[in-house]
């Protein structure tokens, strides 16, 4: 029994690695898209969305991977819980990495038309609270933190919420004002809106965390 639970512990340990090395590729994924904003970077923006692929498929190498062990070792307890949270996790870090995708093949559409100064600085902001949460959250799965450390990965949330919503208003305010302005503001919310969901999608991954830890699974989105 002991070289069973012992075989069952290290292939947990390899595959919440294995998370952890997904996690690294959508993170560089999600920084790059933002390197393409912030300098109109075209060529980067399809070389994204062409490394977008290798992300899915290395999400389909790793559920199968999460399938034969759960069904070869039969994990029980703590283990059960890792294991589940990484069969989840992975569907949530391909749908992230989506996200930078989404995000350059907006900046395609736009194509060469310069975007304004401004709303750009801001999603910049929100882009950065949610790559720090997600950065954070997975760390705290990958370590095996406790609850506190998983709850402290994405305390600012909320914050990554008001700030979309101050630059929903701002943009929606200037496309009133200037009609012109309506198509480039529709892409500034779509943009804006994917970094978004990465903050949302960190606090799942906290959640997970938690659950593993602690074995409950708390309701971090504060959107909710």
């Not at 947990?12 to 933002?34: E, K, N």
Request: hydrophobic share 50%.
């Amino acid at each position: 029994m002991p070289d069973t639970i012992s075989l069952v512990q290290k292939k947990r340990a390899q595959l919440q690695a294995a998370i952890g090395d997904l996690g690294t590729r959508v993170i560089h994924a999600l920084q790059r898209s933002v390197i393409c904003l912030k300098t109109h970077d075209l060529d980067l923006a399809a070389q994204i969305i062409a490394a977008d692929a290798e992300i899915n498929q290395q999400r389909r190498a790793l559920e199968q991977q999460c399938l034969v062990t759960l069904a070869a070792y039969k994990p029980a307890g703590e283990d059960l819980r890792a294991l589940g949270s990484c069969m989840e996790l992975v569907s949530e870090l391909e749908r992230i990495g989506d996200y930078a995708a989404d995000v350059a093949s907006v900046m395609l559409k736009i194509g060469e038309t310069p975007l304004p100064q401004e709303p750009v600085l801001a999603i910049l902001d929100v882009a950065d609270n949610a790559m720090n949460m997600l950065a954070a959250a997975l760390d705290a799965f990958i370590s095996n933190g406790d609850e506190t450390t998983a709850r402290a990965a994405v305390i600012h949330e909320a914050q990554v919420d008001r700030d979309e919503a101050a630059l929903v208003k701002r943009v929606l305010d200037q496309m009133q004002m200037d009609a012109s302005f309506a198509l480039i503001g529709t892409y500034l919310l779509w943009i804006v809106h994917n970094y978004e969901r990465v903050a949302d999608r960190a606090t799942t991954v906290a959640e997970r965390a938690i659950y593993v830890a602690a074995g409950h699974t708390p309701n971090l989105n504060l959107a909710d």
